[in-house]
């Protein structure tokens, strides 16, 4: 039996996500804070995909609990997702050190610290596939979300440097980079509709990529091209920009 775990199952991706592969055969396990609450989607989805779905309570910032929550699973997963995210107020978390500890430990430290369990598992086994929602804001710290992006950035480094250790094993790692997506972290926003895609197409291009064995994916696909502009313009004029 082939089970998936997806850390930050609350989200309108994973949920997407647990479709998706739920659709394609795979058992879930599906952990966060408060996951009760997503009680319903779990029937749903044993029910409409015939799947086995276990709802699992787990914060990842409280890194000290990740061993024995790992320890727990059995079976343990053919493949991890990370789907957990926090999009600070950067004005607040300017200035309040809680809100930024919040977003680091959220985005980068509890993620890390957990997918390094992971990858000792992964790699003593000898299969499995990590894959890692990170963002296009972590590809250059900005104005207005550079908080945010810092913790993005630090953990697209880290999972180039994880791939490059697990590919001789033959452990696939995918980086993914969405662009804007429309999600209740976005809600409110006025995003661009011809470069903002939905959880559930996101979700089929995750899932695609990895069956393909796909090291990094942006979506949508123009996001590729819009950030290698990005990375490319000079600090004197990128630093006038107000974006």
Not at 35 to 43: Q, V
Request: glycine letters at 8%.
């Amino acid at each position: 039996m082939k089970y998936l775990l997806i850390i930050g199952a609350k989200s309108d991706i994973a949920m997407a996500l647990a479709r998706e592969y739920a659709m394609h055969g795979f058992n879930l396990y599906l952990a966060g804070r408060n996951i009760e609450e997503i009680a319903d989607f779990k029937k749903d989805l044993e029910i409409r995909y015939n799947v086995i779905t276990e709802l699992k309570e787990l914060d990842i910032t409280e890194v000290a609990k990740h061993k024995s929550f790992y320890d727990s699973l059995e079976p343990k997963p053919e493949g991890v997702i990370t789907a957990v995210g926090y999009l600070p107020d950067q004005k607040i978390a300017e200035k309040e050190i809680e809100e930024t500890l919040k977003t680091l430990y959220t985005n980068f430290v509890g993620v890390v610290c957990f997918l390094n369990i992971v990858a000792n598992d992964f790699e003593e086994r000898g299969r499995g596939f990590i894959i890692g929602i990170s963002s296009v804001a972590g590809d250059r710290g900005r104005r207005r979300n550079y908080i945010y992006g810092c913790a993005k950035a630090g953990f697209t480094a880290y999972l180039s440097g994880l791939r490059s250790r697990l590919y001789p094993k033959g452990i696939q790692v995918l980086t993914v980079n969405p662009g804007f997506v429309y999600t209740k972290m976005t809600k409110g926003m006025k995003l661009p509709k011809l470069l903002t895609s939905t959880p559930e197409d996101v979700a089929k291009h995750i899932f695609k990529a990895q069956q393909k064995g796909k090291d990094i994916l942006y979506t949508k696909w123009i996001w590729k091209y819009i950030m290698l502009i990005i990375r490319h313009l000079p600090e004197f004029i990128f630093k006038r920009l107000d974006f």
